[in-house]
C-alpha cells in the first residue's frame, strides 16, 4: 500500500529535532506530474480524493466547496482541477486535521484562491511556532496564508446547502490538535491521521500523540458511526465501523505486549529483537510504519505516560 510512503519525508525534519528516527525513514516524494488524483463519489454531494498525501475529503454544495486536508502544494493545483469536475463552485473553507504537511500543505494555495483555513486552536498553535523555529519554517512555509485563520476550540458546525459539518476537537490522539469532521447528512466521518485504514498507525508522540487516547478514541468513533457510515481514514480506503473495531483489536495487542515487556523491564532492542509483531505484520505491517518502528514509538509513548518496570 502506497499512501503513506511519504508520510516520514515531511516528519523526519520534524521529528529528527525531538526523537531518533530509523535510519530507513527517509522516503523519497514522488515526481509530482505523474501523480494524479482519483476522486471517490461517497453521495450526498461528499467526495475523497485521493493523489499523494493525505486524503481529502469534499462536500460540494450549491455555494461553494468545503474541504478536509489538501495533501501537499505541488498537488494543489491539481486538486482544484479535480473539484472543478465536480462543480464550478470555489473552495469556501478548508479544514486542516492537523499540522502536518502531508495534511495541509496546500493552504497557501487554497488561501491564496480565496479560501478560509480552518483548524482547532492548538493545531495553528503549533504552526505558528514552527513557522518562527528556522529548522522548520521549511515544513510549514513561511507565507502567512499556511496559518489558519479561524481555529475552534472544542466543537464547529458549518451549514452548507443541504449538508451540516461538524467538527470536533480529540485531544492527544494522533496529535494535541487533531479534528474529527462528520457530515451529517452524507453519512461520512472523516478522522485525519486518527486512524489509518488497513496498517500500523502513526503516533506523534512528541507532539501529543497516544496510544491509549488513540485506542479510546475507536471506541466513540464506533460510537459515531452506524453501520452504513463511510469514514474517511488519514491514509488508506474508505473504512466502515468493523474495520475500526478490528483496527483497535490490533492496537490492544501491541499496547499490551509492550507494556508488558516495560513492566518486565526488557530493553527496547530486547523487545524488538523478539520480534513480538511477527503475527500481526502480515496483515498491518506492509507500510512504512514498520514493527520496529511502531514499537519505538508505542514504548516511548507508555514510558512518557508513566508505564515503567515493577518495583518488586
Ligand atoms: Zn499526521
Do not use: C
Not at 71 to 84: D, R
Not at 105 to 124: H, L
Amino acid at each position: 500500500m502506497k499512501p503513506i510512503r511519504h508520510y516520514l519525508a515531511i516528519l523526519a525534519p520534524v521529528l529528527a529535532m525531538f526523537i531518533t528516527i530509523p535510519a530507513n525513514a527517509q522516503i523519497d516524494l514522488p515526481d509530482w506530474d505523474t501523480v494524479e488524483i482519483v476522486t471517490e463519489d461517497l453521495g450526498h454531494g461528499v467526495y475523497m480524493l485521493q493523489g499523494f498525501g493525505s486524503n481529502v475529503g469534499a462536500y460540494v454544495g450549491p455555494d461553494g466547496i468545503f474541504l478536509v486536508d489538501n495533501e501537499y502544494a505541488p498537488l494543489s493545483q491539481k486538486i482544484m482541477a479535480a473539484l472543478a469536475g465536480l462543480s464550478d463552485q470555489k473552495v469556501r473553507y478548508v479544514v486542516n486535521t492537523h499540522w502536518h504537511r502531508d495534511h495541509r500543505g496546500g493552504n497557501e494555495n487554497f488561501a491564496k484562491a480565496g479560501a478560509v483555513i480552518v483548524a482547532q486552536a492548538e493545531t495553528r498553535r503549533i504552526m505558528a511556532l514552527a513557522q518562527k523555529t528556522p529548522e522548520l519554517q521549511s515544513e510549514i512555509g513561511a507565507a502567512p496564508e499556511n496559518l489558519p485563520t479561524i481555529t475552534y476550540d472544542q466543537a464547529m458546525t458549518f451549514h452548507l446547502g443541504e449538508e451540516t459539518i461538524a467538527l470536533r476537537y480529540v485531544p492527544n490522539v494522533h496529535t494535541s490538535g487533531d479534528t474529527l469532521v462528520i457530515f451529517k447528512k452524507a453519512n461520512v466521518i472523516q478522522t485525519g491521521d486518527m486512524y489509518f485504514n488497513g496498517f500500523y498507525p502513526f503516533i506523534d508522540v512528541p507532539f501529543g500523540g497516544s496510544i491509549d487516547n488513540m485506542i479510546r478514541f475507536y471506541d466513540v468513533l464506533y460510537g459515531l458511526a452506524g453501520p452504513d457510515t463511510k469514514i474517511i481514514p488519514g491514509h488508506g480506503p474508505i473504512a466502515d465501523r468493523d474495520d475500526v473495531r478490528a483496527y483497535q483489536n490490533m492496537l490492544k495487542i501491541v499496547r499490551t505486549r509492550v507494556a508488558l515487556a516495560i513492566v518486565k523491564d526488557t530493553s527496547l532492542d530486547d523487545l524488538k529483537a523478539a520480534k513480538p509483531l511477527d503475527d500481526l505484520d502480515p496483515q498491518w505491517g506492509d507500510n512504512l510504519i514498520t514493527a520496529d518502528w511502531l514499537l519505538d514509538m508505542v514504548h516511548a509513548d507508555l514510558v512518557k505516560h508513566g508505564v515503567g518496570p515493577k518495583n518488586d
